[in-house]
């Protein structure tokens, strides 16, 4: 299990941006070892966290190696202020069961 936590700070978003997000979220959840994901914002900082769930380094790279999220890659200075990008694999996780997390086993993504 694996995590790409993308964390960055917001710039001045544009159609084109709502667009291109969309389109890599789509693409995001339709890769087999899809997990889900989570998003964050510190209000101390305005920063945004995005973490992204996968089952193996496989599932990420499909995303990482698709034209539209590279697309994004170069285009992200005309959105953001700033990004940074942790890729993580998962040791353990574990819970009560009273929230709903994407590694919990009732909430895992159907392939």
């Not at 790409?4 to 959840?29: C, H, M, Q, V």
């Not at 574990?94 to 997390?101: F, K, L, T, V």
């Amino acid at each position: 299990m694996f995590t790409s936590t993308f964390t960055f700070a917001k710039g001045e978003y544009d159609a084109e941006f709502f667009a291109l997000d969309e389109r890599i979220a789509r693409i995001a959840r339709a890769i087999p070892g899809y997990r889900g994901e989570e998003a964050w914002e510190n209000p101390a900082t305005g920063l945004i966290s995005n973490v992204y769930y996968w089952d193996s380094m496989d599932a990420l790279q499909q995303l990482m190696n698709h034209p539209s999220h590279r697309e994004a890659k170069t285009a992200q200075a005309r959105w953001l202020k700033g990004y940074q990008v942790v890729i993580a694999q998962v040791v353990r996780s574990y819970g009560d069961g009273g929230i709903a997390h994407p590694l919990n086993p009732q909430n895992a993504v159907p392939d």
